[in-house]
């Protein structure tokens, strides 16, 4: 049973267009369809059931691309491995039974390797027996282990089959994240071109979208800090970009403003999706504004006890290594605390993060943006220490766009904290380091002590 052919029939129609811009070359829609095809063809003369579980080690690549749609279509159970996740590939490799892997290398030549595994976990029996195409990701596991969410692919695809806006997008998310798959069926089932680029450094992202003209910015706040630090902005002529998408983590105030101030004519739009239920639609309350509407056809939101929850006819059927993390009546706890004004919500950051202070709760994200505005502060991270009164004591990293005294630094962000925030959110200890940590997809890496 083919399971893409609304959008392969949208790639018959759009044969002569651009479909991905790749090493500087074109891949148009005609030849996307082929490789589709011909990427069937080669797991039947290989002998590969549909059902079976494959793993394909690649970034966004043309034959990449083709791959993982011709698995989807010929119902195979996928997970994508990028390169980011290279040291944890073999441990992904054992906790997805994986049967086989499909590997791309640097110029695009794929290998296939059976493995003497037989994937029997039951959630991939309940998708062999509805005869669907699966979806296995992993969390990024920033401050723990990594979670293996399976999907049954026919939830996932259903929201793709309406049509929206035409766009050329850069795939700045990772193959492996559920924003990066996002972006690609998005942009492919409308009819777009996907623009990539190895280097996912501000110039080099920058670099592309002036290049390729590129309209859509799917990004984190991270780099887009790392863009103002850079003033790569300013390179670059960007007047074809016309949104740029923030998500993955919560976005300083700060950050926000400054893009918004330096790129006025560029729409800024909030995005929130998780690895567990997919990605919601949502509507900034503006381009300056950290509140955002989310849900859309689909999906359902409710707030307990200050932490969202959803219910998604696009959710996970559940963890190969973790227990349930469902409620009795169907709804996913998120575990981001939120605050609410009417139909909107403002992400104040994960539960797990939050900051016992003598029962006082601080959220790490409130005290960044704060310290993120200050005079010199090129990035900061603030965490937690144990404290044999209060319990937990707040804590700052940071670092400096210029060369300065951390002594003086340590008292400039305390004082500055003092005057902005309650007493128990300032931090006790400020450090000065060479950078902040973010790994490979642009996310602050959270230190857990």
Same mark, same amino acid.
């Given at each position: 049973?083919?399971?893409?052919?609304?959008?392969?029939?949208?790639?018959?129609?759009?044969?002569?267009?651009? #479909?991905?811009?790749?090493?500087?070359?074109? =891949?148009?829609?005609?030849?996307?369809?082929?490789?589709?095809?011909?990427?069937?063809?080669?797991?039947?003369?290989?002998?590969?059931?549909?059902?079976?579980?494959? #793993?394909? !080690?690649?970034?966004?690549?043309?034959?990449? +691309?083709?791959?993982?749609?011709?698995?989807?279509?010929?119902?195979? &159970?996928?997970?994508? /491995?990028?390169?980011?996740?290279?040291?944890?590939?073999?441990?992904?490799?054992?906790?997805?039974?994986?049967?086989?892997?499909?590997?791309?290398?640097?110029?695009?030549?794929?290998?296939?390797?059976?493995?003497?595994?037989?994937?029997?976990? *039951?959630?991939?029996? !309940?998708?062999?027996?509805?005869?669907?195409?699966?979806?296995?990701?992993?969390?990024?596991?920033? $401050?723990?282990?990594?979670?293996?969410? +399976?999907?049954?692919?026919?939830?996932?695809?259903?929201?793709? $089959?309406?049509?929206?806006?035409?766009?050329?997008?850069?795939?700045?998310?990772?193959?492996?994240?559920? %924003?990066?798959?996002?972006?690609?069926? =998005?942009?492919?089932?409308?009819?777009?071109?996907?623009?990539?680029?190895?280097?996912?450094?501000?110039?080099?992202?920058?670099?592309?979208?002036?290049?390729?003209?590129?309209?859509?910015?799917? $990004?984190?706040? $991270?780099?887009?800090? /790392?863009?103002? /630090?850079?003033?790569?902005?300013?390179?670059?002529?960007?007047?074809?970009?016309?949104?740029?998408?923030? %998500?993955?983590?919560?976005?300083?105030?700060?950050?926000?403003?400054?893009?918004?101030?330096?790129?006025? %004519?560029?729409?800024?739009?909030?995005? =929130?999706?998780?690895?567990?239920?997919?990605? /919601?639609?949502?509507?900034?309350?503006?381009?300056?504004?950290?509140? +955002?509407?989310?849900?859309? !056809?689909?999906?359902?939101?409710?707030?307990?006890?200050?932490?969202?929850? &959803?219910?998604?006819?696009?959710?996970?059927? %559940?963890?190969?290594?973790?227990?349930?993390?469902?409620?009795?009546?169907?709804?996913?706890?998120?575990?981001?605390?939120?605050?609410?004004?009417?139909?909107?919500?403002?992400?104040?950051?994960?539960?797990?993060?939050?900051?016992?202070?003598?029962? *006082?709760?601080?959220?790490? #994200?409130?005290? *960044?943006?704060? &310290?993120?505005? &200050?005079?010199?502060?090129?990035?900061?991270?603030?965490?937690? *220490?144990?404290?044999?009164?209060?319990?937990?004591?707040?804590?700052?990293?940071?670092?400096?766009?210029?060369?300065?005294?951390?002594?003086?630094?340590?008292?400039?962000?305390?004082?500055?904290?003092?005057?902005?925030?309650?007493?128990?959110?300032?931090?006790?200890?400020?450090?000065?380091?060479?950078?902040?940590?973010?790994? !490979?997809?642009?996310?602050?890496?959270?230190?857990?002590?």
């Amino acid at each position: 049973m083919a399971h893409l052919d609304f959008v392969l029939e949208r790639f018959a129609a759009h044969a002569d267009a651009e #479909a991905i811009i790749w090493h500087d070359e074109t =891949y148009r829609y005609g030849w996307l369809l082929e490789q589709v095809e011909h990427w069937k063809a080669r797991l039947q003369s290989a002998a590969v059931d549909a059902g079976s579980v494959v #793993a394909l !080690e690649a970034d966004f690549s043309p034959h990449a +691309v083709a791959a993982f749609l011709a698995l989807v279509d010929a119902g195979f &159970i996928l997970v994508p /491995l990028s390169p980011a996740v290279q040291s944890k590939r073999d441990e992904f490799l054992e906790i997805a039974e994986v049967e086989v892997r499909a590997a791309l290398d640097a110029h695009d030549h794929a290998t296939l390797t059976r493995l003497p595994t037989a994937a029997t976990h *039951e959630h991939y029996q !309940e998708l062999r027996a509805r005869r669907h195409p699966g979806l296995v990701l992993f969390s990024s596991g920033s $401050t723990g282990k990594s979670k293996a969410a +399976v999907h049954d692919m026919v939830g996932i695809l259903e929201k793709f $089959t309406q049509r929206r806006h035409t766009r050329r997008t850069m795939a700045f998310l990772m193959f492996d994240h559920i %924003g990066g798959i996002n972006t690609m069926l =998005y942009t492919l089932s409308n009819g777009g071109c996907m623009v990539t680029t190895a280097d996912r450094s501000p110039d080099g992202v920058l670099r592309a979208v002036e290049r390729y003209h590129v309209e859509l910015l799917p $990004t984190s706040p $991270t780099f887009l800090n /790392l863009v103002l /630090l850079s003033e790569a902005y300013k390179r670059y002529d960007l007047r074809a970009l016309q949104l740029i998408t923030y %998500g993955t983590e919560p976005m300083p105030e700060g950050t926000l403003a400054r893009i918004h101030a330096l790129l006025p %004519g560029i729409e800024l739009l909030q995005t =929130y999706g998780l690895s567990e239920v997919g990605i /919601l639609r949502s509507k900034s309350r503006s381009s300056d504004s950290l509140w +955002v509407k989310v849900g859309g !056809e689909g999906f359902q939101t409710r707030i307990v006890d200050g932490i969202l929850q &959803i219910q998604s006819r696009s959710a996970m059927l %559940g963890y190969l290594n973790a227990p349930s993390p469902f409620t009795d009546d169907g709804w996913f706890v998120t575990g981001d605390a939120v605050e609410q004004d009417g139909e909107y919500v403002r992400i104040r950051g994960r539960l797990s993060e939050i900051i016992n202070v003598g029962g *006082e709760k601080v959220h790490p #994200a409130e005290v *960044e943006s704060a &310290i993120q505005g &200050i005079e010199n502060i090129a990035g900061v991270l603030v965490y937690k *220490e144990s404290n044999p009164i209060t319990g937990n004591m707040v804590c700052a990293q940071v670092s400096l766009i210029h060369d300065e005294d951390p002594k003086a630094v340590a008292r400039r962000v305390k004082q500055h904290c003092r005057e902005q925030l309650r007493p128990f959110q300032v931090p006790v200890k400020v450090n000065v380091v060479q950078a902040i940590s973010h790994s !490979e997809r642009f996310k602050k890496q959270r230190l857990i002590r």
